[in-house]
Structure formats: C-alpha cells, structure tokens
C-alpha cells in the first residue's frame, strides 16, 4: 500500500451542520442528539463534502427507505471513512448484497436463537457476578473499563469457544477498526490482519481436532450448493461476530448504566419493579441506540424527495431515526415503560442484527445482576464520562460512586 493511501486529512471544526456534517467532530461524539434535531428540521437527508461525500437520512422514513432499497444503496462498505481503498476483507453476511447475502445470513441463525441463549444466559449470568466480585468492595469503579466491556467479551468468546482471556486482544482489535480506522489506514489493516491471523490459527486447531463451538459450527456448515464454506468465508464471519457482537452491547449496557446513574427515579423503579425489565431494555435500546451504519450509492435516485447521486456514501443513523419525533411521542425522553416501542437499534431490512436475541440477554442480564447487587449508584463527580468516536456510541469512560448520596 502507497504512503498516500495511510496518510488521511486533518478534520477542521465544523461551522455548518447542515451542510458539512462530521460524525467524528468532538461536538457530536460528546452530545450527538441536538445535532440530529437540527438536522432533521433542515431536512430528512443531509450532505457533505467530508469522507469523500457522504448522504446522512436524519428522519426514520428516510433511514427505513435507504435500509430497505438494496437496489440502489450497497452495503459492501459499512464504515464511513476518509478514504475508500479497494474491497479485500469481506465479513459475510453484513458485507453483502442480495443474492449472496441471505444464503451468508441464514448459516449465521441457529446459534442466536432464543433457545441458544437460554442456555449461554446462565454463563453470562457468572461473568457479570465475577466482574461485579472484582471491585465492588472498593465502593466505586469505571464501570466501562471494569464491566461493561467485559461482558460481552467474555461471552463470545465463550460461544467461540476461545479462551475468555484473549478478550484484551479482541478489545485491541475493535478499537483499532471501528475508531483509529476512521482516520487511519493503518491500524485498521494491522488489526485486521491480526485478527484473522488469530482465527486462521483457531481453524488450523479444530481441522485437527474438532470441538463443540461456534467455530466449528461454521467450519461445519454448508453453502448453497452444498459445499463446506471457503476458510476466507469462515474468517470473515468471525470477523463479524467479534466486531459487531462486541462493541456495540458493550456500548449499549455502559449507556444504559450512565442513564440510571444520572436518573435516580428509573434506577428505583426497575429494582422494585423488575418485570419491567424487558420495556426497560427495549427503550434504552431505542434512546441510545449505539450503532450507525453504512451504506454506499451505487446508482442515482431519491430518498424522501431528495436526490442522491452515486459515488457518495450514505451514513445509515438508526440512533437519529430511533429520536424522530414523528415515529415516537416524546422522542428525546427516556420512558421506562414505553409500551409501543418500534425502535430500529438493531436495524432495519435484510440486515437487521442477527445477534439481536444474544444483545438483549447480555443487556437485561447486564442490568438485573448490577441491580441486584449495586442498587445504588450515581456519576463520579471526580471522573469524567468520555464517549467513544465514529460508527459506535457508547461509553469509554464511567466512574461511578455507589450508595446513596449523602
């Protein structure tokens, strides 16, 4: 690869929302939602010149309308980045276009059904009990670095069937492509290649000797005409699950987190009132969805009204459609028990999350076993709360103090 290709532009501050939006300007990776209010009342899709032009659908129609049309939008690339470098590393299904997407996407199914994780709860279950065991005596914690990223870490690496350990690798890996990636070409393509030097390792292990996990699951599984998935395949969507199994519940769990320390009110009601856990879980999922995905304009049409032109990505905010006020009363609330909640945090169309069964259980486990144990809890005055940049919303740092306030 040519220097060139690494070395990425300086972002200037943005001056003009409407017209020259950045995801990854400071101002919207601190408090994105009044950025995405102006945006919407200017229009349901906006533009800039940055990232080599990128559409953003700021209402839920306009996002559900590009989410829908793979006709013209391709998600071969689902990160907005400085640059677009040739297509090397797939991970099927999320890289995929019909018609080979849906054959990548139904082999991926069977170890995320609700039966599936039955049985993973009980482990998930002992892992946010053995973070919890590590600090609570203390009487406070960074609860992103000690337990919510930790969670789901622990957990696919169990279902993979890898040592829990490695986690630190995995959370490496994601930081480098989902955040340094952004702007730098580099770390992206190093952690890539580790990671896939790391599972080609894993398949080496398990031709010679097989085991009972997602990994072997995968090496076992057949592709449409009845032949064993291709290594690559294989790799790639290992790929995926690492990346898109991690950082976004991790996320999801530390936002959630941040709202009950900061909302006394909420925290009390879900420990008296725990049967409205799984409403609870549903709205702070809609409220602080972390995901934003990508989609790229293959050929010329128009979304809500507005046209857009191909050789333009589009910056897929299912976080902005799940704050239309048009879709959901009282949008910029948080309601605990909103009963009617048709919220598009795991996305829409054919590539809504197949690990959305496995974010739920790891959230709503998450949650119950932190109540259970730290009923009270409140932000550190001393710390501050950072976010992290880009794709996925969540936060990096959480110091919280626990009891009541004095």
Same mark, same amino acid.
């Not at 939006?21 to 101002?27: E, L, M, N, Q």
């Not at 704050?323 to 609330?333: E, S």
């Given at each position: 690869?040519?220097?060139?290709?690494?070395i990425m532009p300086e !972002?200037?501050?943005v001056?003009d929302w409407?017209? *020259?939006?950045?995801?990854?300007?400071?101002?919207?990776?601190?408090d994105?939602?009044p950025?995405?209010?102006?945006? +919407?009342?200017?229009?349901?899709?906006?533009h800039?010149?940055?990232?080599?032009?990128?559409?953003m659908?700021?209402?839920?129609?306009?996002?559900k309308?590009?989410?829908?049309?793979?006709?013209?939008?391709?998600?071969?690339?689902?990160?907005? +980045?400085?640059?677009?470098?040739e297509?090397?590393?797939?991970?099927?299904?999320?890289?995929?276009d019909p018609?080979?997407?849906?054959?990548?996407?139904?082999? @991926?199914?069977?170890?995320?059904?609700?039966?599936?994780m039955k049985?993973l709860?009980p482990r998930v279950r002992?892992?946010c009990?053995? @973070?919890?065991?590590e600090?609570?005596a203390?009487?406070k914690? *960074?609860?992103?670095a000690?337990?919510? &990223?930790?969670?789901?870490?622990?957990?696919?690496?169990? =279902?993979?069937?890898?040592?829990?350990?490695?986690g630190d690798?995995?959370?490496?890996?994601?930081?480098g492509?989902?955040?340094?990636?952004i702007?730098d070409?580099?770390?992206l393509?190093?952690?890539? &290649?580790?990671?896939?030097g790391?599972?080609?390792?894993?398949?080496?292990?398990?031709? &010679?000797?097989?085991?009972?996990?997602?990994i072997?699951?995968?090496?076992?599984?057949?592709?449409?005409d009845?032949?064993?998935l291709?290594?690559? !395949?294989?790799?790639?969507?290992?790929?995926?699950?690492?990346i898109?199994?991690i950082?976004?519940?991790w996320?999801?769990?530390?936002s959630?987190?941040?709202?009950?320390?900061k909302t006394p009110?909420?925290?009390?009601?879900l420990?008296?009132?725990?049967?409205? =856990?799984?409403l609870?879980v549903?709205?702070?999922?809609r409220a602080y969805?972390?995901?934003?995905?990508?989609?790229e304009?293959?050929k010329?049409?128009?979304?809500?009204?507005?046209?857009?032109?191909?050789?333009? =990505?589009?910056?897929?905010?299912?976080?902005?459609a799940n +704050?239309?006020?048009?879709?959901?009363?009282?949008?910029?609330?948080v309601v605990?028990d909103?009963?009617?909640?048709?919220?598009a945090?795991?996305?829409?169309g054919?590539?809504?999350?197949?690990?959305s069964?496995?974010? +739920? =259980?790891?959230?709503?486990?998450a949650?119950?076993?932190?109540l259970?144990?730290?009923p009270?809890?409140?932000? *550190? %005055?001393?710390?501050?709360?950072?976010w992290?940049?880009?794709t996925?919303?969540? %936060?990096?740092?959480?110091?919280? @103090?626990?009891?009541k306030?004095?």
């Open positions: 690869m040519s220097d060139s290709a690494s !972002h200037p501050p001056t409407i017209n *020259d939006f950045d995801h990854t300007d400071p101002a919207w990776t601190e994105p939602f950025i995405w209010e102006k945006l +919407r009342a200017a229009s349901p899709v906006v800039t010149d940055r990232f080599l032009g990128c559409y659908p700021t209402t839920y129609q306009a996002v309308e590009i989410a829908y049309d793979t006709d013209h939008f391709s998600s071969r690339r689902v990160i907005v +980045r400085d640059v677009r470098p297509i090397t590393a797939k991970a099927p299904p999320i890289t995929s018609p080979e997407h849906k054959p990548a996407k139904q082999l @991926l199914l069977p170890p995320f059904t609700p039966d599936a049985k709860e002992a892992i009990n053995e @973070l919890i065991d600090f609570i203390d009487g914690c *960074d609860a992103a000690r337990y919510t &990223k930790h969670v789901p870490v622990r957990a696919i690496a169990h =279902m993979l069937g890898i040592p829990e350990k490695d690798l995995f959370i490496k890996w994601i930081h492509i989902l955040e340094l990636g702007k070409d580099n770390a393509m190093e952690a890539v &290649k580790e990671m896939t790391y599972f080609a390792g894993h398949l080496e292990q398990r031709k &010679k000797q097989p085991t009972d996990d997602l072997s699951t995968l090496m076992k599984a057949k592709d449409k009845g032949n064993p291709a290594d690559e !395949h294989v790799l790639g969507s290992l790929r995926l699950l690492l898109a199994g950082d976004t519940t996320s999801a769990i530390g959630s987190l941040w709202h009950l320390a009110a909420d925290r009390e009601r420990v008296k009132e725990p049967e409205l =856990m799984p609870a549903e709205e702070l999922l969805s972390p995901v934003t995905m990508a989609r304009v293959m010329e049409t128009t979304v809500s009204g507005c046209p857009v032109k191909p050789g333009n =990505m589009v910056l897929l905010s299912f976080p902005a +704050r239309d006020p048009a879709m959901f009363p009282d949008a910029d609330k605990i909103r009963k009617e909640n048709r919220h945090a795991f996305g829409l054919i590539h809504r999350c197949v690990g069964n496995l974010a +739920r =259980m790891e959230m709503t486990v949650i119950e076993e932190w259970k144990r730290i009270d809890f409140r932000l *550190d %005055p001393a710390g501050k709360v950072t992290s940049e880009g996925v919303r969540g %936060p990096r740092q959480l110091p919280l @103090l626990f009891g306030a004095n």
